[in-house]
Nanobody
């Protein structure tokens, strides 16, 4: 199983970006998917998550970021609007994946995609 993230880049303050993360390989179910980020010199933090249809957000991104998923494509998205310089970080997708029915879930991380918000 692999998670492949994409969509990062350079954007001006106030701009928007959409990140995508697709899971591939042998997959039975993906109950939980999330986006984390790590800014230079800081610890990795949870940005947003989706479990079934329930979404959660860090206070710093509420009202600006939207997490969504396409179960048919095993893909999670992060729509980021009104971006601020403090959103600059490497963004990582995360998923709890069950490979076979009845087997324990395992956690997987994507490779990270850099988002830079700067004028």
């Amino acid at each position: 199983v692999q998670l492949q993230a994409s969509g990062g880049g350079l954007v001006q303050p106030g701009g928007s970006l959409r990140l995508s993360c697709a899971a591939s390989g042998k997959i039975y179910s993906i109950p939980y998917m999330a986006w984390h980020r790590q800014a230079p010199g800081k610890q990795r933090e949870l940005v947003a998550s989706v479990h079934s249809i329930v979404t959660t957000y860090a206070d710093s991104v509420k009202g600006r970021f939207t997490i969504s998923r396409d179960n048919a494509k095993n893909t999670v998205y992060l729509q980021m609007n009104s971006l601020k310089p403090e959103d600059t970080a490497v963004y990582y997708c995360y998923a709890d994946i069950r490979v076979y029915a009845g087997r324990p879930m395992r956690n997987y991380w994507g490779q990270g995609t850099l988002v830079t918000v700067s004028s």
